[in-house]
């Protein structure tokens, strides 16, 4: 099992920034791949990056590409999603979620999720 706790989200103007931390607890964090996902009243969850088990290899929605930053210190057990140049359309609860092997985009496929922090862009 692991557990999974967002935090940093919060309200920001247009072009502001926000620095979203998934802290993890329970089985060793460097054996599992890690993404953020983000779901929008009345849409699905999407994701929004990916990370692999040593930091190495990273991979974005297009959506977001540019603007967000995705990265690991798994010394910390902590992953980190820096949310720049946020427009109102990024607006949504961010998830993080673990899984076992390689990142991938279809949320099903992730077995550990945080209960997600709330972003919200004012334009």
């Known amino acids: 099992q692991v557990q999974l706790v967002e935090s940093g989200g919060g309200l920001v103007q247009a072009g502001g920034s926000l620095r979203l931390s998934c802290a993890a607890s329970?089985?060793?964090?460097?054996?599992?791949?890690m993404g953020w996902f983000r779901q929008a009243p009345g849409k699905e969850r999407e994701f929004v990056a990916g990370i692999s088990l040593s930091g190495g290899s990273t991979s974005y929605a297009d959506s977001v590409k540019g603007r967000f930053t995705i990265s690991r210190d798994n010394a910390k057990n902590t992953m980190y999603l820096q949310l720049n140049s946020l427009k109102p359309e990024d607006t949504a609860v961010y998830y993080c979620a673990a899984k076992t092997g390689t990142t991938v985009v279809a949320p099903e496929r992730y077995d550990y999720w945080g209960q997600g922090t709330q972003v919200t862009v004012s334009s």
């Open positions: 329970g089985r060793t964090f460097s054996w599992y791949a």
